[in-house]
């Protein structure tokens, strides 16, 4: 038994050691979330760090802005602002040296601050995280990606962005 954790453990330093470490990058998109009948929407960004672990799995953490957007409901303005504190597992797939896709599996935070006439409130959730995207290449540092990103089940982001590996 203690020879099978042996060469778990070797094989699992192994793995990182030859992972491509850290990067950190950022992403601009729109974000789009309905909330009791009405939609909002705005310019979202996000910055995110992260460590892979191979060329398959990464973890990242990141924040994003889903931005602000004012709507009439029931002809009272409504101003709404959110943002996510995310963290999640990032597994890729290489099509081609340059070019792989990903899927994304996590958590993350949301705050949600609105304000309408006679009031303010504001709410916090824990929601999961999922989405999927594309990965290019231009060297071995720096890469350009697309996702798709559903942070909660009435909120979807399209985003596209940059990184750099480390």
Do not use: C, H
């Amino acid at each position: 038994m203690k020879k099978i954790i042996a060469l778990a453990a070797i094989a699992a330093l192994s793995t990182v050691a030859q992972a491509d470490g850290f990067y950190a990058g950022g992403d601009v998109g729109n974000a789009r979330w309905k909330d009791d009948g009405a939609t909002f929407k705005d310019t979202s960004f996000a910055v995110f760090g992260g460590y892979n672990f191979s060329d398959n799995v990464a973890v990242e953490l990141g924040y994003r802005n889903l931005g602000k957007d004012t709507v009439r409901v029931l002809n009272v303005p409504v101003t709404v602002k959110a943002n996510a504190l995310q963290v999640s597992a990032v597994l890729s797939a290489p099509v081609s040296t340059d070019f792989a896709v990903f899927g994304r599996l996590g958590v993350n935070r949301i705050e949600v601050k609105n304000s309408f006439a006679g009031g303010n409130g504001k709410d916090n959730e824990t929601k999961a995280l999922i989405g999927f995207g594309a990965r290019y290449a231009i060297s071995k540092e720096f890469g350009l990606r697309a996702e798709f990103q559903k942070p909660a089940s009435n909120i979807r982001v399209l985003s596209i962005g940059a990184d750099y590996r480390f």
